[in-house]
């Protein structure tokens, strides 16, 4: 069972249109934080969020976590081709020092 | 600075040949972490070590160990390679714990043939 389920798996757009990715659990989180991975390369952070309700902006990139800290979305706005890649969330539950990671929702944007 | 370093970045094995995956970070940091990666499967946590001289299994260890050599370096073992093991294997480190940000080495492209 997946901790952390992402949605969607995929997503092909065209440049200029808007979207939303969504991180949902039954379990509360501590803190979650939305990786972007390009191909051939490592995972890389955008933000981590930590207090119920919270949002934060990077340039296009909204992120905003859920009042219960079960969920999270990544909102992008006029999406462009360099945003293309695989978005992960992941989340430390419980204490844990283990953390987990949702499947990734990969992003295709066509110029 | 490097960050976190991998090696090799390339391998292919035949079913039964062993193997050590090397990984190194220079940013002082408590915890490290092996991952693999299959298409639609996310990251899966293979085996962590929240601190130099411990090490401790994740959600799938069959089939590898781990060995945290020093502070600085983590390593993977294959023992016995399967095909089931073909994947992209990640090192990443963190400072403390799981919560925080995790820094990803650039992967090992491994095939086992």
């Known amino acids: 069972t997946q901790l952390l389920e992402q949605s969607p798996q995929f997503l092909s757009i065209q440049e200029g249109e808007n979207l939303t990715v969504y991180c949902n659990s039954s379990s509360v989180f501590s803190s979650l934080q939305w990786y972007r991975q390009e191909p051939g390369e490592g995972p890389v952070l955008l933000v981590t969020v930590v207090t119920g309700g919270e949002v934060k902006k990077l340039k296009r990139l909204t992120f905003q976590f859920g009042d219960a800290r079960k969920d999270s979305s990544l909102h992008i706005t006029a999406a462009q081709p360099g945003d293309t890649g695989l978005y992960l969330c992941a989340g430390e539950s419980g204490g844990s020092y283990i953390p987990t990671f949702g499947r990734g929702t990969s992003l295709i944007v066509h110029p | 600075n490097a960050g976190v370093t991998q090696t090799p970045k390339f391998q292919v094995l035949k079913t039964g040949q062993s193997m050590t995956l090397q990984c190194a970070q220079d940013?002082?940091?408590?915890?490290m972490y092996w991952y693999r990666q299959d298409p639609g499967m996310g990251l899966r946590l293979i085996y962590y070590s929240a601190s130099e001289g411990t090490t401790d299994k994740g959600e799938v260890p069959n089939g590898y160990n781990v060995s945290r050599l020093n502070k600085r370096e983590f390593s993977l073992r294959l023992e016995s390679a399967a095909p089931s093991q073909t994947s992209v294997y990640f090192c990443?480190?963190?400072?403390?714990?799981?919560?925080?940000?995790?820094?990803f080495g650039p992967g090992t492209r491994l095939t086992v043939l």
């Open positions: 990443a480190s963190s400072e403390i714990r799981g919560g925080d940000t995790q820094y």
């Open positions: 940013m002082n940091h408590n915890s």
